[in-house]
């Protein structure tokens, strides 16, 4: 079992729309989750973080965490084609101690 | 957060040689990591460098392949040594950074591209 998984998409969206990402985890004391965007070409860029269950906003980035089902996504709203990028969640994990990446998924944006 | 720099930001190297990447920062930090990135494929953990000690390295990785150097708490380097093909990828070193917060967030350089001839 992936300690971290995403689905890979491409999760395609019309601009204006809600897209959703999730991602799932299996270390069950995971306590820190993250989201990051990376543009192809770049480095990650992180976007959110969140350490509580329930949900979390930032403009128009709304991540949500249910640690008893371990799962974490994140809403973008009025979706852009600038937001056309790959996704990736992070999981803090206490049993190894270290930042654990999915392995992504990529959302397209069209006009 | 942080403002990380990495040098070179690409390279093409030649089978059996290496490269030593470097990373900097522009804060002092505890926590330095190397990652790598294979084409297509998400992140992986290469080492934690802490300043003073030896890096601390993942299953799959040894020292003698990719040493590691953190001779202060802003700077560390990481060398690619007797380069194959199978190690063109993408070398991004990152730092945590406290975010005001309970919990560590990391932040990433700008990566080294890699490509092994």
């Known amino acids: 079992q992936k300690e971290v998984e995403q689905n890979s998409g491409p999760l395609s969206v019309p601009e204006g729309a809600i897209a959703s990402l999730n991602c799932t985890y299996s270390d069950r004391v995971s306590q820190s989750f993250f989201w990051y965007r990376q543009y192809s070409g770049k480095s990650p860029e992180l976007i959110m973080s969140i350490y509580s269950n329930g949900d979390k906003e930032d403009g128009r980035f709304t991540a949500q965490l249910n640690k008893a089902s371990q799962y974490v996504s994140l809403l973008i709203r009025d979706s852009q084609p600038s937001d056309s990028a790959t996704y990736l969640c992070a999981v803090y994990s206490g049993g190894y101690n270290k930042l654990i990446f999915g392995a992504g998924t990529r959302l397209a944006v069209h006009p | 957060s942080a403002v990380i720099s990495q040098k070179p930001s690409r390279d093409i190297c030649q089978r059996g040689t290496s490269l030593t990447i470097q990373c900097q920062v522009d804060?002092?930090?505890?926590?330095m990591f190397w990652y790598r990135q294979q084409p297509g494929q998400s992140l992986t953990l290469i080492a934690t460098?802490?300043?003073?000690?030896?890096?601390?390295?993942e299953s799959g990785f040894v020292i003698d392949k990719f040493p590691i150097s953190r001779p202060n708490l802003t700077f560390s380097t990481l060398t690619v040594s007797n380069m194959s093909p199978e190690d063109s990828s993408i070398y991004l070193c990152?730092?945590?950074?406290?975010?005001?917060?309970?919990?560590?967030?990391?932040?990433f350089g700008p990566g080294t591209r890699l490509t092994v001839l």
């Open positions: 990152s730092v945590e950074d406290p975010g005001g917060g309970l919990y560590n967030e990391q932040f």
């Open positions: 460098a802490n300043q003073g000690s030896e890096a601390t390295y």
């Open positions: 804060s002092q930090v505890t926590m």
